[in-house]
């Protein structure tokens, strides 16, 4: 290892990917800058004491012992509540996310999903393994003629929108702050009446917001009940959004159409779980936001706070700053 790396790299990755990569990417970005990948958990303590900036999934708390020079960790996920972010805060190290990176992947997958239950392509491919040569229609409804719901409006949600937008459905977005506007055609926040209202007129409701106060068991037994028979209820957020127990319930008597989960609560879903026996049901196992496009959209976060870093001297005002 370098004696004195700028930039260093933590070794665990996600979506099966190794960070080898993403150290890769920064060095063709950062060509002027020492950057150093740790391959072992004492490399990592090293590493975290002499490199002023360090990127990784995860940052583990004894970490914090040894991170004598360390001023930016860059977090190369979204979410940053896995993170000791107080030890951070009390030791005056700088925090960014990755947040804007899984917009393009998940937004396609939350399509892909959306055309899955509107051309019932589900039913296709389970006749197709049992070799059945028989039609079935398609659901009543054009993607054009519905209204898909997007619960957050963040990179994912906005990504989802743009891309419906060439379908020509009716879109409502919800946010906390409805007042900031959309590109949806409606916008509304989080308070009850408003937010049934949306639910009531729902085809397609996507839930693209992160998991806080507000958000855990927003899908709950009333929301189901406000849901239309032929909805579809689609989760790509976090899984405590939805009440696991009653969107069983509502898959199994029919309250609903159908469920695309990246996300379950609790995750992994049990393997004895009924949500897996049920047809109409779709579960993937959190990877919606995998893409060959992630290593290279972080080092780009990355590069850039480093840049302005250098320009101004100071680790404040970054992009995606949390800490």
Known sequence: MADDPDVGVLRRGVHG????????????????RDVVRAETPRAERDLVATAPIVVGHRFREEL?????????????????????????????IAVTNASGVHGPPIAEQVIGNILVFVRNLHVGWERGRNSEWRHYRSFQK?????????VGLGAIGLATVERL???GPHTIG???????GGPTDEVVGFDEADRHDALARTDYLVLACPLTETTRGLIAGAEFDTLPPESVLINVGRGPIVDT???????????????ALDVTDPEPLPADHD??????????????????Q?????ANIVARNAERAAETGTYDGLENQVV
């Open 17 to 32: 990917l190794s960070t080898e990569d993403l150290a890769q990417r920064l060095r063709e970005r950062l060509p002027e």
């Open 64 to 92: 914090l012992d040894h991170a004598e020079g360390l001023e930016l960790f860059a977090c190369a996920a979204a979410g940053v509540g896995h993170l000791p972010l107080e030890g951070m805060k009390s030791h005056d």
């Open 142 to 150: 054009e993607l054009g003629d519905s209204t898909v719901t997007v």
């Open 165 to 167: 937008e060439p379908f």
């Open 174 to 180: 919800v946010r906390y702050t409805p007042s900031k």
């Open 245 to 259: 127990d009653a969107l069983t319930a509502a898959v199994k008597k029919n309250a609903i159409r159908g469920a």
């Open 275 to 292: 949500l897996w026996r049920m047809p109409n049901v779709h579960i993937t196992p959190h990877n919606a936001g995998h893409t060959p």
């Open 294 to 298: 992630y290593y290279p959209r972080v």
